[in-house]
């Protein structure tokens, strides 16, 4: 008679119930983590967009206060580096532009400025992806204006004076002759005569040397 053979039975194992199941996790997820950034982000944009706009309106009202002139040269200066003409200039040409204003500035004073009130440029067409560089920062022309205004108004009277006088100055000799008063009498347009431009040399040339100094300048545009 064959005999009848026992297999052995293997204990059932306590976690095989668990087998293929994940640890919980914590409720928070990446998309609420995303979603704080962007609003924090859109936080801060909304902040510096509110205090450009309260310098600007600020900057607009010093604006009144300089003369018709003074706000002729700002828009010139901004307008003649205003390249590509869409009323925004990057810091290369801010930088010429408050150059020309007699403002020479360092480039960590320049990026401030765009920093603080500068907004980001509008890419192209053609250079949208997501490989593209990251946005400029450029000044639109309200902040220029804005900003060179109150430049002006706290710049020393003394200093607009000197500057004056340099551009009288060809050659830098510290003195204005009478070659000096007709150049710029003909670049001016103005139609003066001779025995005019002596006499102007004549009355402000208090120490005879037949030329109009520095400091002479500087005291027939004090008084």
């Known amino acids: 008679m064959a005999s009848t053979s026992?297999?052995?039975t293997f204990p059932t194992r306590p976690?095989?119930?668990?087998?293929?199941?994940?640890?919980?996790?914590?409720?928070?997820?990446a998309f609420g983590t995303s979603t704080t950034h962007q609003q924090r982000e859109t936080q801060r944009l909304e902040r510096e967009r509110a205090e450009r706009e309260r310098l600007e309106r600020?900057?607009?009202?010093?604006?009144?206060?300089?003369?018709e002139e003074?706000?002729?040269?700002?828009?010139?200066?901004?307008?003649l580096f205003d390249l590509d003409k869409d009323k925004k200039i990057d810091y290369h040409e801010l930088k010429v532009a408050m150059k020309a204003l007699g403002f020479d500035?360092?480039?960590?004073?320049?990026?401030?400025?765009?920093?603080?009130?500068?907004?980001?440029?509008?890419?192209?067409?053609?250079?949208?992806?997501?490989?593209?560089?990251?946005?400029?920062?450029?000044?639109?022309?309200?902040?220029?204006?804005?900003?060179?205004?109150?430049?002006?108004?706290?710049r020393d009277p003394r200093e607009e004076i000197l500057r004056a006088f340099e551009l009288f100055d060809e050659g830098g000799k510290g003195k204005i002759n009478l070659n000096d008063l007709r150049r710029v009498a003909r670049e001016l347009g103005e139609g003066l005569e001779e025995d005019e431009l002596v006499a102007m040399i004549e009355e402000?040339?208090?120490?005879?040397?037949?030329?109009?100094?520095?400091e002479e300048f500087v005291g027939i545009c004090m008084q």
């Open 58 to 67: 600020e900057g607009q009202n010093v604006l009144s206060e300089l003369s």
């Open 15 to 29: 976690y095989a119930s668990n087998l293929g199941k994940l640890p919980d996790r914590p409720a928070t997820s």
């Open 105 to 154: 500035l360092p480039k960590s004073e320049i990026l401030s400025i765009l920093q603080t009130h500068g907004v980001p440029s509008t890419p192209s067409a053609s250079t949208t992806s997501k490989f593209a560089p990251p946005s400029r920062l450029l000044l639109p022309l309200s902040s220029f204006q804005a900003l060179m205004s109150q430049r002006i108004l706290a």
């Open 6 to 8: 026992t297999h052995p």
């Open 70 to 79: 003074q706000r002729e040269e700002i828009n010139e200066a901004f307008g």
């Open 204 to 214: 402000f040339d208090m120490d005879g040397d037949g030329a109009i100094g520095r």
